[in-house]
């Protein structure tokens, strides 16, 4: 199974949501293997910095060893004023964030848009 979820808010709520069901993902498909990746970009981008909240920033952590891929794009750190030095450490910086959606996507992981 294959599957990404995109994050483009700057709610707080939204990042909490999308990690929770990654989480739940992981845990119902009961260890069968599973590619999980989670893009954030737009005014997301902001939420994933190292200082968000410690409780989000450890379930990021958790997720990632579990396998778990973490993409933010390179176009919405431009435009909110970031740099990749302060992004939560389990993010890799993507050139454009709808061009890595699509990407998964044409390589059959489904798109999941909590």
């Known amino acids: ?50 200082s968000m909240d410690m409780e989000l920033s450890e379930l990021v952590t958790r997720l990632a060893n579990q396998g778990i891929v973490f993409f933010v794009c390179n176009n919405s750190l431009t435009q909110f004023g970031l740099t990749p030095e302060v992004l939560h450490p389990a993010f890799k910086v993507t050139r454009a964030g709808v061009l890595k959606l699509v990407e998964l996507q044409r390589d059959g992981y489904a798109y999941v848009k909590p």
């Open 1 to 50: 199974m294959k599957v990404v979820l995109h994050l483009d808010s700057d709610k707080e709520r939204r990042l909490r949501l999308t990690l929770n069901n990654m989480k739940n993902l992981l845990a119902a498909v009961e260890g069968r293997p599973i590619e999980g990746a989670i893009v954030v970009n737009g005014p997301g981008a902001q939420q994933v910095t190292a």
